[in-house]
């Protein structure tokens, strides 16, 4: 079995910061790509960013040049560095991969449970 865990929601004011993470655990071969998506309420999930392996980056228009998208390999982990946060930021923050499990063929795709992000004065 594989684990998404996010980490680092919480409630922050506008035009703070964030830091969000999400590590993979369980019987892992490789991940491929891995992203955040977002859920306000009301709303359809959203692409917010995501990584490839190799590091290259993708970002919803919405976040370009306030949020930043990393990944550490070694640890299976990806972040998501939030500054100049807005209060249409806030949602429901999920994190997803692409993971090959040991012993098996072909990529699954899984979703972490979601962490909260509040921002408001």
């Known amino acids: 079995q594989v684990q998404l865990v996010e980490s680092g929601g919480g409630l922050v004011q506008p035009g703070g910061s964030l830091r969000l993470s999400c590590a993979a655990s369980g019987s892992i071969f490789s991940i491929n790509a891995m992203g955040w998506y977002r859920q306000a309420p009301g709303k359809q999930r959203e692409l917010v960013a995501t990584?490839?392996?190799?590091?290259?980056?993708t970002y919803a228009d919405s976040v370009k040049g306030r949020f930043t998208i990393s990944r550490d390999n070694a640890k299976n982990t990806v972040y998501l560095q939030m500054n100049s946060l807005k209060p249409e930021d806030t949602a429901v923050y999920y994190c997803?991969?692409?993971?090959?499990?040991?012993?098996?063929?072909?990529?699954?795709?899984?979703w972490g449970q979601g962490t909260q992000v509040t921002v408001s004065s």
């Open positions: 997803n991969a692409d993971i090959r499990n040991l012993g098996k063929r072909g990529w699954m795709n899984y």
């Open positions: 990584i490839t392996s190799g590091g290259s980056t």
